[in-house]
């Protein structure tokens, strides 16, 4: 089955405390981003991967980090995490950033 | 920064049509437009897709203007089920840009 795969779903944690959230998708796609969903403000884009090893600075980079080491998988890492960072957190994955994106599930990550 | 802008929320009734608006200033020649579905606890999920002028599929239709700086989601005969978070996607080169989401609610 065609999927987005994020881990985990539920995060609680404390400031300061690194931590990564994993993403993979096994659709051959090219393109992967993340989002942080905050109520009334919608998605918004934290950053996105063209292929392997490119990686660019979506509307709301700071405080995170990515990798795209691979092409199935682009994991977000939050170094030293913050409280304004508690959020829902979105991968998806396309064939190119017009194309349809596919999107996991969601990790819900509080930081206390 | 350039912006996407839809209403906040709407209300509609079983069989009627739910039209969603999405301005998006400063789109691009290349920039596509795109239209996504959220339940609550899932990701977003692919409703269409358009450049310009009328595009429609099984569930939903995409009108676009000849200047593109908005674009109109047409869902028809609207059920209970179609109670959800519409988001309007603008893609600028590489980098995807959401508009704040309308909440549809459709009342029987």
């Known amino acids: 089955e065609a999927q987005v795969t994020q881990n985990p779903r539920y995060l609680i944690t404390v400031t300061g405390k690194k931590l990564t959230v994993t993403c993979s998708q096994n659709m051959n796609h090219e393109y992967m981003s993340w989002y942080r969903q905050d109520p009334g403000l919608g998605l918004r884009q934290i950053y996105y991967s063209m292929n392997v090893e490119v990686t660019d600075k979506g509307d709301v980079p700071e405080g995170y980090k990515v990798s795209r080491k691979e092409k199935r998988n682009f994991p977000l890492i939050l170094e030293s995490p913050s409280p304004n960072q508690t959020s829902l957190y979105f991968c998806?994955?396309?064939?190119?950033?017009?194309?349809?994106?596919?999107f996991g599930n969601g990790t819900r990550l509080t930081v206390t | 920064l350039a912006k996407t802008t839809q209403p906040i929320s709407m209300d509609s009734y079983e069989g009627q049509e739910v039209n969603i608006t999405c301005s998006h200033n400063?789109?691009?020649?290349?920039?596509?437009i795109t239209w996504y579905q959220q339940f609550p606890s899932q990701g977003p999920r692919f409703i269409i897709q358009g450049y310009k002028t009328k595009v429609t599929n099984e569930v939903a239709s995409l009108f676009i203007p000849a200047d593109r700086k908005s674009s109109t989601l047409s869902l028809p005969r609207v059920s209970l089920s179609d109670t959800a978070v519409y988001y309007c996607?603008?893609?600028?080169?590489?980098?995807?840009?959401f508009g704040g989401g309308t909440r549809v609610l459709v009342k029987p």
């Open positions: 400063n789109i691009a020649t290349n920039d596509y």
């Open positions: 996607l603008k893609a600028a080169g590489n980098k995807l840009t």
């Open positions: 998806a994955s396309s064939y190119g950033a017009r194309s349809p994106l596919h």
